[in-house]
């Protein structure tokens, strides 16, 4: 695909999130793209968003479940930034009217207090370069119609990020085992869904690993201070205004978001 086209894509995609209104799918428009386009894609997205003011504070890994890879058909996760306008602090509401058709999964958060540049990073170079691990909700949201996405689809629009909230408890992941730790999540109050670390290839830890590796490859390194989604440990959850999740991390902790 040429630049103009990809910058064609990518200024499509921030508009769609600018005025809320969604577009085909580029696959069914575009049969031919690539992943390597896709994620060009993204990134003239990025810097639309850039050049309007936002900065980059972290990354996001998706399709981490093996789940969801077959879905798609692919063999590995994908990734795509977190901007400083996509936090929310936890107990503050995330408005959907903002959003196009948000959907929620909850997740293992990393703060980094040390640079991981790939490749060669290893489990052990994540926990020794990790400053604490928190729960989090992702609250994705597609700009393409009706969530017909296939890879190429979601990777152009910046891994389907909307937006995120940040629990307030903290611990170092060096005093828990984050395979092992079960997440329990519940919708206006009812359990609807019960997982462990495990679930997020083999440990949030590892999906890290692979992320810091990935964009090694491409000259990009995580840097200290950045907050790393390390993959949905859930069921992706519509949500809409009136709805209130409620995650618990075992060891960890729990944290809360309503909607309005």
Not at 138 to 167: F, M, Y
Not at 181 to 198: D, F, R, Y
């Amino acid at each position: 695909m040429n630049t103009s086209m990809i910058e064609h894509y990518g200024d499509e995609l921030y508009a769609a999130l600018l005025n809320r209104q969604p577009v085909e799918p580029l696959t069914r428009r575009e049969p031919g793209i690539t992943l390597d386009d896709a994620y060009q894609i993204q990134l003239r997205m990025i810097r639309r968003r850039l050049d309007a003011g936002e900065t980059v504070i972290g990354k996001k890994i998706g399709i981490t479940s093996q789940a969801v890879m077959d879905m798609l058909g692919v063999d590995q996760p994908d990734f795509g930034h977190l901007l400083s306008g996509m936090v929310f602090n936890e107990g503050e509401p995330v408005d959907t009217a903002k959003l196009i058709a948000p959907r929620a999964e909850a997740e293992v958060a990393f703060v980094l207090a040390r640079d991981l540049c790939g490749p060669g990073i290893t489990a052990a170079d994540v926990l020794r370069a990790t400053d604490c691990v928190m729960p989090c909700f992702e609250i994705v949201d597609s700009r393409i119609k009706d969530w017909k996405i296939k890879i190429q689809d979601t990777v152009a629009d910046n891994a389907s990020c909307g937006v995120l909230t940040l629990g307030c408890t903290q611990r170092s992941p060096r005093e828990l085992d984050l395979a092992l730790a079960g997440m329990v999540l519940e919708k206006n109050g009812e359990v609807i869904s019960t997982s462990c670390g495990a679930s997020v290839q083999g440990s949030p830890v590892n999906a890290v690993a692979w992320l810091a590796n990935t964009l090694g490859r491409l000259g990009i390194a995580l840097k200290a201070g950045e907050v790393i989604l390390s993959g949905s440990q859930s069921p992706l959850v519509p949500v809409v205004p009136g709805d209130s999740l409620y995650c618990h991390v075992g060891g960890l902790g729990s944290t809360l978001v309503r909607f309005i």
